[in-house]
């Protein structure tokens, strides 16, 4: 069965410096997403992107995050000045439909420390 | 309060009991859906259930809708220590709404 995948599984980086999540979605679905997750706490939205623009994104997502599909298989999150709070896990997910509609299939996530 | 909420917080059973969650919401919805999630990893889709069903089934798995109250539970019959994890809620919260919001979750612990 297909699946998302995240890479790298886990990252360690130094405050203020760029990290770039890599995700390679489902290759049929048309919908894209990022969520997080602090330690412990719920998972939260970070942004929607669809038909290669944002659909919608959270207060959480600003200037310093970025989302771009380069080449019509990758699906990138770039923070561009991590801090420390910046420390989550960080999910991919894909959906065929929109997401009411549709189930979100999500990655693994990758391991964002920031130390 | 926020606009999936899952009661209880975390719930410990025997092996072979069943296993009740339950999730409020605040805003009209189109569909719920429920979602496990196995310590460190993503979250698994289990369940879609439509804002005009009222129950549904898949497997060991009931869920049921009541849009009146707002509210959803996730039964699950006969548990085994395999469906030791955490499970979500999820809603959209508006109509044309592009994100699914999550619950905080209920932390289940079959033992064996």
């Known amino acids: 069965e297909p699946e998302v995948t995240q890479t790298p599984s886990h990252q360690v980086t130094q405050m203020g410096q760029e990290v770039i999540l890599r995700c390679v979605p489902i290759?049929?679905?048309?919908?894209f997403y990022w969520y997080r997750q602090i330690l412990g706490q719920k998972v939260e939205f970070l942004v929607s992107f669809y038909n290669n623009e944002i659909s919608e994104k959270s207060e959480i997502f600003d200037d310093q995050f970025s989302v771009e599909r380069p080449d019509g298989s990758n699906f990138t999150l770039k923070i561009r000045s991590t801090k420390l709070e910046d420390s989550a896990m960080y999910f991919c997910a894909s959906s065929r439909e929109i997401p009411y509609n549709s189930p979100l299939h999500f990655g693994n996530g990758t391991r964002l420390t920031v130390t | 309060s926020q606009q999936g909420e899952e009661d209880p917080q975390a719930l410990s059973i025997q092996e072979g009991e069943n296993a009740t969650m339950n999730c409020s919401y605040k805003?009209?919805?189109?569909?719920l859906q429920w979602y496990r999630q196995n310590s460190g990893r993503g979250l698994v889709h289990l369940i879609l259930?439509?804002?005009?069903?009222r129950e549904k089934h898949s497997g060991r798995l009931r869920v049921t809708l009541d849009t009146s109250k707002k509210s959803s539970s996730l039964l699950i019959t006969a548990s085994r220590a395999a469906d030791t994890a955490s499970y979500f809620c999820a809603t959209d919260v508006r109509q044309g709404a592009q994100k699914l919001v999550f619950g905080q979750g209920t932390r289940l612990t079959i033992n064996p």
């Open positions: 290759s049929n679905h048309l919908y």
């Open positions: 805003t009209s919805i189109n569909n």
């Open positions: 259930i439509r804002s005009n069903e």
